[in-house]
């Protein structure tokens, strides 16, 4: 354990971004003041978390103890500060000097969200950061505190806000000019059915609502309405699996059947609507690539589909050997544009792939990429091929230009993505960047645009080939 507590902090003396990165000798002073103890945790607004006989207190970066080491049977996923705030089911909320903020019972529910702040913060409009806590003061009574950025929004009586774990939005009204977050015993009263776009049954987990809005049950059907509760989308569905994304909802329609495992869910066909009008019914569950769609179709290979009609007693229609590109505003092109360049798609013989090249149409890449659209930000794209692949490489695209940076696929990709996602580094700066040396950030989550601006503060050496990161096509 103590090994591992010091690579994690064997920071090198190189400097991104800052003068404030640790200097030799401040990490060996450092290195050397954290080895006594059982657990030292990645720093957080300057506080890492520190363990010793099973009590837990938090330092700064200069080793020093700021909160005594008073605290006991710490949750795993709360050994980190965020928004100045500390929330942990055995403590409560504490601020950065130890003071508690809500008042001592029993903790019985922490949500924080969005809990991938770097796609949060670039994806959705106004990104809120949310702590949100209820504590039972005594035996049928709980109040809920809700932070926003470390700041308290507001409390509930009884009650639990709904919010969209997206993007942090509340669900609210205004009346007589003041604003008022919708719970979801207020909900009840209302007779919706599931309050949140995430609810404990299995098919409004597999929804995937965006932005500012709320999937939501009424009367067995499904619709969406936004943060003001104004309706998006009428509640006419007979299922929650839906995603909203710029004005446009994608709809996915199902049939459920028992399996081995229990209720399964089939997606049969999906929806595109636009302004309530339905645009075109495809096969299957659409991918979303930043400002466009993808239907990903059967081709002229209909195996499946019959396959799926038999199992499923179902008639799945023609247009499921359709493949499409649309775009949010249900535009069918043949293109996702890049900067001055573009991803084309292809499709012959019933079979799709992906060419990356420039306006003129000349091949970028000399062979199909492969899009991976989990990793489709605001800014950045990865890619692969199968030759970067066999070179153990990963592909990185900036959507604003074009640029394009080959690196190595062990340098730890995620890592890599949440600083270009925050815009901490460029893709530009790629084929020059030493990967000997990949910066440590306070916490593997940023949780405010401040903190990602300054953010990178420290370096860990690693002994990584950054040879192969050129272009081997």
Request: charged share 25%; proline share 3%.
């Amino acid at each position: 354990m103590k090994k591992l507590i010091i690579t994690l902090f064997a920071l090198s003396v190189m400097s991104v971004v800052s003068s404030a990165s640790l200097t030799k000798e401040q990490t060996e002073s450092l290195n050397e003041k954290i080895k006594g103890y059982d657990y030292v945790g990645s720093f957080s607004g300057n506080r890492a978390l520190v363990i010793k006989d099973n009590k837990a207190g938090f330092i700064n970066k200069s080793g020093d103890v700021v909160i005594p080491l008073q605290y006991e049977n710490i949750a795993y996923k709360r050994r980190y500060f965020r928004n100045g705030l500390w929330c942990d089911e055995s403590v409560g909320v504490i601020d950065s000097m130890g003071n508690r903020l809500v008042p001592e019972g029993k903790v019985k529910r922490i949500l924080q969200v969005p809990q991938e702040p770097f796609r949060g913060i670039n994806k959705f409009p106004g990104y809120k950061s949310l702590d949100i806590v209820q504590i039972e003061t005594e035996p049928g009574k709980t109040i809920t505190y809700c932070f926003e950025f470390g700041k308290l929004l507001f409390t509930m009586d009884n009650d639990w806000p709904v919010v969209n774990y997206n993007s942090g939005k509340l669900l609210s009204f205004t009346k007589k000019g003041k604003k008022y977050y919708v719970g979801e015993e207020e909900l009840k009263k209302k007779n919706f059915q599931e309050a949140s776009i995430y609810s404990s049954s299995y098919e409004s987990r597999m929804c995937r609502a965006t932005e500012g809005c709320f999937v939501m049950k009424k009367n067995n059907k499904y619709g969406i309405v936004d943060i003001d509760f104004k309706e998006v989308y009428p509640f006419i569905s007979d299922n929650s699996i839906m995603e909203y994304v710029d004005g446009t909802v994608l709809l996915t329609n199902c049939v459920w059947r028992e399996g081995d495992v229990g209720l399964c869910v089939y997606p049969i066909t999906s929806s595109i609507y636009k302004k309530k009008v339905l645009v075109d019914n495809l096969y299957s569950v659409p991918t979303v690539y930043g400002k466009y769609v993808f239907y990903e179709g059967a081709g002229n290979d209909t195996s499946l589909i019959k396959e799926l009609e038999k199992d499923l007693d179902v008639k799945i229609p023609e247009s499921a050997k359709k493949i499409k590109l649309y775009t949010l505003d249900g535009k069918e092109v043949e293109s996702i544009a890049l900067g001055q360049n573009r991803f084309r798609l292809v499709i012959k013989e019933g079979i799709s792939s992906w060419i990356y090249e420039d306006a003129k149409g000349n091949a970028i890449i000399k062979e199909p990429v492969e899009l991976k659209y989990d990793n489709f930000g605001e800014k950045v794209v990865v890619i692969q091929t199968a030759s970067s692949i066999q070179n153990g490489l990963e592909i990185f695209i900036d959507v604003a230009t074009g640029d394009t940076a080959w690196v190595p696929e062990c340098i730890g990709i995620c890592s890599l993505f949440r600083y270009l996602e925050a815009g901490l580094i460029k893709v530009s700066d790629l084929p020059k960047y030493d990967f000997k040396y990949m910066p440590l950030i306070d916490y593997y989550v940023t949780t405010s645009r401040r903190d990602n601006e300054l953010n990178l503060k420290f370096m860990r050496r690693e002994e990584y080939d950054s040879t192969s990161r050129k272009n081997p096509l």
